[in-house]
């Protein structure tokens, strides 16, 4: 376990997202009301990026066919069939870098 430097707060303004690689893991990192979150890019259902996909609130919703996800927990909130979770991740912002705990 490590804390990975994974970008500035400038580049994840409040509202946006984004997708960074840290120990081989495809995350998204996300604004959410001023608090970072971080979960997996992928989605669980047939592996769209999420970073694709349009985030309103706290609710992260993939372009490929519509599920929705709480960003801040990486649960599914809707979506019609049962698919997995998403990974969550710690996330510590430290002056102006944003890390992840893996
Ligand atoms: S790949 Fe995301 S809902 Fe189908």
Redesign the pocket.
Known sequence: MGKIIVAKTSEIPIGKMKKVTADGKEILVMNIEGSYYAMDDT?T????SLAEGKMEGSIVT?D????KWDGKTGKLHA?PAKIKDLNSYKVVVESDNIFLEL
């Open positions: 989605c259902h047939a592996g769209a993939c490929w066919h519509g599920s979506f």
